[in-house]
């Protein structure tokens, strides 16, 4: 039989697809944080907690509010979201003119106060979600069986992350935004209300990762870690796309969840690292990342 | 002269009862376990409490031991775990280290604990290396090992006719030690191993790792890891229709806490080695009931109950050595047979083994459970004997053959 690498064909095609899924998490949480540094200029620390508070109000809604997944799949990102307009209106305002480091640093005390919350309520070891019945089953595909709910996974975060670019990219919304980025003080001076356009867009990155938290609450084990074991790799993949680049986050994204799962075939041991292998080659060859612009 | 010849006489006497004031032994117990990461749940505080419990239920302070309890959270990593005992044993006197769960901590901690000639009574790792090749004498392993999961599972499983088997094992001490042992007693038994994975541990999709053993075409997936590893393993192996498609898994270190979190209609049917199930029996019962109210309602794991019990008897051990002494206590240890509501009656081997029986659970179905913890039910004992390494066969140096 016809096989590559010791791997036959068939095999390596089902890969290659659950490296696209896993690269849909990837895509849609940096997506998130690539639009928030983009124009906050904070690396946003709290993604993985906003990400994983997103799963957990999946769970609160199904079990003490009664609503199934689609209802949580609206819900969590704007509750989620609102929350992240708090934080940004409340904390991050008042860092915006310093540097770089505060907002890091309070950023990631903050992650670490909402795990250590949620750790305390629902302790370590996680909460059941089941996949909606809609969702349920899947399709064997000849070379693979491809639960259906997967496919959902891949197909909602390609339809995320292609709208996200289209409305920074090409709306008059997303112009107003990237020249608030450029230049805020002569945005602002054209009318444009520049703080609430801030606001507004730190609500939407942590929508996105609530987003990724309810996609993600079937099928990983939700728990209170479960963002912050996936918000370094997240960084390491924004950090090759190049920081603030949209477009760059979600190829990225999508492409390192491929190169990750083709490690999990041929040298399982490598596949925790070798994303990180992939950033350090980048940051010697391209110190912008892949996308991004030189400072 | 007679206050003179009084006050004398009272000083005599506190010089000669001063003897007996020497007496009063005080005892520093150092929990060292996971308090923040994967097995926080299945260890973590509720070992603090059940430490506590055994102080309470042995009445230290009314025989003279004064016992003093700290703990610490070694995150799962060597280096914490060892930088946390050094300084324990160091300088804050502490005398032994408890529970200490994963097992490369667990071997770090253990030859830490040599070195400084304290005592160790592990509750939570799993690795048979710790009465095997890495023993020594002031470590005792407590509630269960790799061995006996092996025996337990591995051999309940080929024995139903799983006789090829896959394994997915976490990649580090614990996942190469479980394997190892189950992979013995597949091929002992006439079974054959397909093929193994070695997964990054922690690890969150486990999706690829399982078409791989899918495509391995065994009859059983063995998971040799642990906590949210393995709740992810089964998660995932349920979406991609694995269980459906008529391969087995086997579950090789299961916790309650686990299948509390999966939740039974993911578990149920699950077959599961423990050496310790709150639903035993009124002992079991009436200890658990004290313990989760303590403990925010949640019930106790082995590897709680077995720091209970460990502490337990290192107390009776030291009463009975009237010394703290390391040596003569975990001498003590392994001569005086150990007895418990919670684990019965058993003893401390040579090689530092405590040998009970073990158990051999099925996940209920949720139609059979009464609620939440109502999750197991018994399908086999096995007697000590057969569970643990036979000490025939032991690398252990301080096994004389």
Known sequence: MFELLGVPPQALFGQVLLGLINGSFYAILSLGLAVIFGLLNIINFTHGAQYMMGAFVAWMCLNYLGLNYWAALLLAPIIVGATGIAVERLLLKRIAHLDHLYGLLLTFGLALIIQGLFRNQYGSSGLPYAIPPQLAGGKNLGFMFLPNYRAWVIVASLVVCLSTWFLIEKTRLGAYLRAATENPTLTQAFGINVPLLVTLTYGFGVALAAFAGVLAAPIYSVNPNMGGDLIIVVFAVVVIGGMGSIMGAIVTGFSLGLVEGLTKVFYPEGAATVIFVIMVLVLLVKPAGLFGRPA | ?401
């Open chain 2, 1 to 401: 002269m007679k206050l003179k010849m009084f006050l004398a006489a009272s000083a005599l006497a506190a010089v000669m009862a001063s003897p007996a004031l020497a007496q009063q032994i005080s005892v520093k117990a150092g929990v060292l376990n996971d308090r923040s990461g994967l097995y926080a749940d299945l260890s973590g505080e509720g070992s603090v409490i059940a430490a506590r419990m055994a102080v309470e239920d042995f009445k230290a302070a009314d025989k003279g031991i004064k016992v003093e309890i700290v703990s610490a959270d070694h995150q799962n990593k060597p280096d914490v775990g060892s930088t946390i005992a050094r300084q324990w044993y160091d300088q804050d006197g502490v005398d032994l280290i408890l529970d200490v769960p994963t097992s490369s901590v667990a071997l770090a901690v253990s030859q830490i604990t040599k070195e400084k000639n304290k005592v160790h009574i592990n509750s939570g790792a799993a690795t048979s290396d710790l009465t095997g090749k890495a023993c020594n004498a002031n470590t005792i392993h407590w509630t269960y090992d790799t061995y006996a999961l092996a025996q337990g599972t591995g051999g309940a499983m080929v024995k139903a006719g799983g006789d090829t088997w896959f394994f997915l094992t976490a990649d580090y001490a614990f996942g190469h030690a479980l394997e190892r042992d189950t992979a013995a007693v597949v091929t002992k038994a006439g079974g054959k191993v397909l093929g193994a994975v070695r997964t990054p541990f922690p690890g969150t999709d486990f999706s690829s790792f399982l078409l791989q053993a899918q495509a391995s075409k065994a009859k059983v997936i063995g998971l040799a890891n642990a906590g949210g590893d393995t709740i992810n393993s089964i998660k995932q192996a349920g979406e991609f229709g694995i269980v459906a498609g008529g391969q087995k898994l086997a579950g090789l270190l299961v916790f309650l806490t686990d299948v509390h979190s999966l939740g039974l209609q993911a578990a149920q049917g699950l077959v599961l080695t423990e050496s310790f199930y709150w639903d035993t029996n009124e002992g079991t019962r009436a200890w658990s009931d004290r313990f989760s109210k303590l403990n925010g309602g949640k019930r106790p794991t082995m590897v709680q109950a077995g720091v209970y019990s460990g502490m337990l008897h290192y107390l009776k051990a030291v009463e009975a050595a009237k010394s703290k002494d390391a040596a003569a206590v975990v001498a003590k240890m392994k001569e005086l047979p150990t007895d418990d509501p919670l684990f019965g009656k058993g003893s401390v081997r040579a090689d530092g083994r405590k040998m009970h029986d073990m158990y051999l659970f099925e996940v209920k179905k949720p139609s059979e459970s009464k609620g939440p913890w109502d999750y197991y039910k018994q399908v086999a004992v096995l007697p000590a004997d057969q569970a643990f390494r036979p000490l025939s066969e032991s690398e252990c140096p301080l096994v004389k053959k």
